[in-house]
């Protein structure tokens, strides 16, 4: 697979947004040095800077051009070869969302504080997957790709901007309010009031739906699940994702 053109959708750490908020107590802290705290957030963007640089040299040294794109403004990304998340799930769920054909290599940009459940690349193997995939015939690049369903979510008919990857919940704005809302799934249609509806593609099955007593579901299983929250009747429900 030839990759003459890329998109790197990076993070900023919590050290950088911190330091840069306009709320002076927060400001403050962050000028404790001392503080084990404000230490490990300040180690943690060292190293996604250092990760990020050595992204980018890797890129260079195989002749890639590349944008890069602060996940907050990313927007659709289209007209590259390849899109890279650089820092760890939630930069790979972010760039999904904007993803239409287009293939996402993740790059876990601080192993040591990130799980990187969906990262394939890091620091330390950016230069051999790059090789890998560059030498790789367009025909058989499927051997290094794994293929993964996404949802769209309409709300009262109304499609919402972005593909989910992970899981989404739809709930009041108050987290301690009712949730009201009416569903209709595989024909059955039914009113409810609890705290929210949960859905989650197969690939957020080991996400918050785990967490909430759910199957883990195969990549590749063409199953989503969903959850009315707060039921206490509720049992399980899988549905087919096509």
């Not at 504080?113 to 790059?130: H, K, P, Q, W």
């Given at each position: ?7 790197v ?20 802290f962050m ?43 990313a927007g ?15 930069t ?22 990130s ?14 997957v ?95 699940q ?17």
């Amino acid at each position: 697979m030839r990759i003459q053109r890329a998109a790197v959708v990076y993070k900023k750490s919590a050290w950088e947004m911190y330091n840069a908020s306009r709320d002076d107590p927060l400001k403050a802290f962050m000028q404790r040095e001392d503080n084990p705290d404000v230490k490990r957030m300040k180690e943690s963007h060292q190293r996604q800077k250092e990760s990020l640089r050595v992204l980018q040299s890797a890129l260079r040294e195989r002749g890639i051009n590349y944008n890069l794109l602060y996940r907050c403004n990313a927007g659709a990304i289209t007209d590259v070869d390849l899109a890279i998340s650089a820092g760890g799930d939630g930069t790979a769920l972010e760039a999904a969302r904007h993803l239409n054909g287009v293939p996402l290599l993740a790059y876990n940009t601080d192993p040591l504080s990130s799980t990187g459940f969906y990262c394939s690349a890091n620091a330390e193997n950016i230069r051999d997957v790059l090789q890998r995939i560059g030498e790789q015939p367009t025909t058989d690049v499927a051997r290094l790709e794994t293929e993964v369903a996404r949802l769209e979510v309409l709300v009262n008919e109304v499609l919402l901007p972005g593909l989910v990857l992970n899981d989404v919940l739809f709930a009041h704005s108050n987290p301690a309010a009712t949730t009201r809302y009416v569903s209709t799934i595989e024909g059955d249609k039914s009113i409810h009031k609890n705290s929210g509806f949960l859905v989650c593609a197969e690939a957020g099955s080991t996400a918050w739906m785990y967490e909430e007593g759910r199957e883990i579901k195969p990549f590749n299983s063409g199953r989503m699940q969903y959850l009315h929250r707060g039921q206490r009747v509720e049992k399980p429900k899988i549905t087919s994702t096509t």
